[in-house]
């Protein structure tokens, strides 16, 4: 499986920005929760790497906020 691509959208929910996933599947993916476009770029150079490596095929598709699925 290729590796998805990743780019940083102004949040249009909440405030800041957040980073959308695009499997190559198509399936999207939006992680949240970054007060500005630098704090979402180094998650993108530093922590992507660990999300793509942790996150479970059972929760891919479910919105995440800073590496963590949301409270219910």
């Not at 290729?2 to 780019?7: I, M, V």
């Given at each position: 499986m290729?590796?998805?691509?990743?780019?940083i959208e102004e949040d249009k929910v909440g405030l800041g920005y957040c980073i959308v996933v695009l499997w190559t599947d198509g399936r999207r993916e939006?992680?949240?929760?970054?007060?500005?476009?630098?704090?979402?770029?180094?998650?993108?150079?530093?922590d992507s790497e660990h999300w793509l490596r942790d996150v479970p095929k059972r929760v891919q598709g479910e919105q995440w906020v800073n590496n963590r699925l949301p409270k219910d």
């Open positions: 290729t590796d998805p691509t990743f780019s939006v992680v949240t929760g970054f007060g500005d476009r630098d704090q979402a770029e180094r998650w993108m150079r530093g």
